[in-house]
């Protein structure tokens, strides 16, 4: 649960990051971004996954990019659903998700259950092999 709160958070940090990046993502301010966090991430368990079936022919055919249309989707989705939190543009949506990805793909990595960072420690064994 405290894993699932961090993660939360640095995801609500991610907003604010993004909207500092790029200028067609706007947040009112903190709170909005924790709540954004949480709808996207509703969003991103529930609603995405059927998208990604849905879209699956043109998704092969572009051998998976269009996976970043679709996220970017989610985030304008998310910022036509709240007042505090606006995504105006595709270019915006589409490199709003990209760097939301890359950040909560680290933070679900890095972060366990218990809410502490967690890292895989790689060594080749004497065998030649990775252990």
Do not use: C, H, Y
């Not at 996207?40 to 055919?61: D, E, H, K």
């Not at 572009?62 to 989707?73: Q, S």
């Not at 304008?76 to 793909?105: H, P, Q, R």
């Amino acid at each position: 649960m405290r894993g699932l709160l961090f993660r939360w958070v640095v995801n609500a940090g991610g907003l604010l990051l993004v909207s500092a990046l790029f200028d067609g993502v706007r947040v009112a301010g903190v709170g909005w971004a924790f709540v954004a966090a949480l709808f996207l991430g509703v969003f991103n368990a529930l609603i995405r996954p059927v998208v990604l079936i849905l879209t699956l022919p043109i998704n092969i055919f572009t051998l998976g990019l269009f996976t970043f249309v679709v996220n970017g989707f989610m985030l304008w989705l998310t910022g036509k659903l709240l007042a505090g939190f606006s995504v105006e543009g595709f270019w915006a949506a589409v490199g709003g998700a990209l760097v939301m990805s890359v950040i909560s793909f680290l933070a679900n990595s890095l972060i366990g259950d218990q809410g502490r960072v967690e890292i895989i420690d790689m060594r080749r064994s004497s065998r030649g092999g990775w252990e």
